[in-house]
């Protein structure tokens, strides 16, 4: 028999032509899947498309879109433990890079073809859902300048950019974070909480590695003392991101909680998965296990034994008898 899916679909996320992207998703799927399609509109999100998919019964959820259209999916699906297949088509594709998906429309297809499916950690902030982050301060302010309108023009420069314009202000504040087993207050900059993120998201790198399926929220906490010490501090976050390693900076902090409650004087500003949601303070828990996604099938990487081309005057003769005399 074959497999049955519900398609959210945003046909404005993203600058690529939408009617050309559903062809070329249909014409993937279509021959395996049979597609329940459902279009977003400005009055109906993908949150609610996925609530009506999920009381009809729905065994899987695809979402296409952008950022949004994604979180907003994922969101109605924690705890549900119907497998979510993505296909990203928006700018920043935040969603897709933190959580290793494919962030073309034919790999992202192949892999819900594919069917492995991965259980991951997921949240909720203030009761609302959480897949990626939460930034309090610097990165929310952040997310504010970038508006849609430059996000279009620009694509990921223009958060880039609102972060290089608010380096010049770099407003701070005092934080309570509230664990199961402490209180940590200090005076910041910017407090990020994260379930998943992406290397871009470069005050979630405290930590070396976010892990999306140990049950924990990755905290991190970036205080420069001055614009210098914040252009050192990014520089800082964005290297060892990369690097897979931990920060060593004595003005970047960073724990791990399953439950926090951040408290902030003066209030600020909180981005949700890319959104503004409001003001401190917040209260985030996270959900082990919460959602499952369809993922790519884990190949074994070859391990590379020996790398010699290059080396200067290289030559390498083939022995006519393996061993040594
Ligand atoms: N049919 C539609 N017409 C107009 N707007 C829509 C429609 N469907 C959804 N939207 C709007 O699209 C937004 C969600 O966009 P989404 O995040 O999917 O893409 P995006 O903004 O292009 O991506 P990114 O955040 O990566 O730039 C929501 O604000 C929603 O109201």
Redesign the pocket.
């Known amino acids: 028999m074959k497999r049955s899916a519900c398609l959210i679909f ?6 690529s032509d939408a009617d050309q992207d559903l062809a070329q998703i249909r014409s993937i799927l279509e021959p395996e899947i049979d597609l329940d399609i459902q ?8 949150s609610e498309l996925a609530d009506q998919a999920i009381a009809r019964g729905a065994s899987t959820i695809i979402a296409s ?8 999916t994922a969101g109605a699906l924690i705890g549900k433990d119907i497998p979510l297949g993505i296909i ?7 969603f897709a890079t933190a959580l290793g998906l494919p962030d073309t429309i034919e790999a992202a297809c192949q892999t819900i073809l594919g069917g492995a499916t991965r259980v991951v950690d997921a949240a909720y902030c203030n009761g609302l859902p959480m897949v990626l982050l939460a930034g309090i301060g610097f990165e929310a302010e952040t997310v504010e300048k970038a508006d ?1 309108e430059s ?2 023009r620009l ?1 990921m420069l223009a958060y880039i950019l609102g972060g290089i314009q608010l380096l010049g202000e770099m407003p701070k504040f005092e934080v309570e974070i509230e664990t199961e087993d402490k209180v940590v207050k200090v005076t910041a900059a910017a407090v990020t909480i994260a379930n998943a993120a992406p290397p871009t998201s470069i005050l979630a790198q405290g930590p070396a590695g976010i892990i999306v399926d140990d049950g924990l929220l990755d905290v991190t906490v970036v205080a420069p003392l001055n614009i210098t010490g914040a252009i050192a501090a990014s520089y800082h976050l964005l290297r060892t991101a990369l690097a897979g390693s931990a920060v060593e900076r004595d003005d970047i902090g960073y724990l791990r909680a399953s439950r926090l409650q951040v408290r902030t004087d003066p209030p600020q500003k909180v981005v949700l998965d ?1 959104e503004i949601i409001g003001t401190t303070p917040v209260d985030i828990e996270c959900v082990p296990g919460g959602l499952t996604l369809l993922v790519p099938k884990v190949e074994q990487e070859p391990v590379v034994a020996e790398k010699l081309e290059g080396l200067p005057n290289l030559t390498v003769e083939a022995k006519p008898t393996e061993g040594f005399e």
Do not use: F
């Open positions: 945003n046909p404005v996320a993203g600058q279009l977003t509109t400005p009055e109906i999100d993908a879109g952008g950022d949004g259209t994604l979180s907003a990203s088509r928006g700018t920043a594709n935040a849609r996000k279009s694509g890319g």
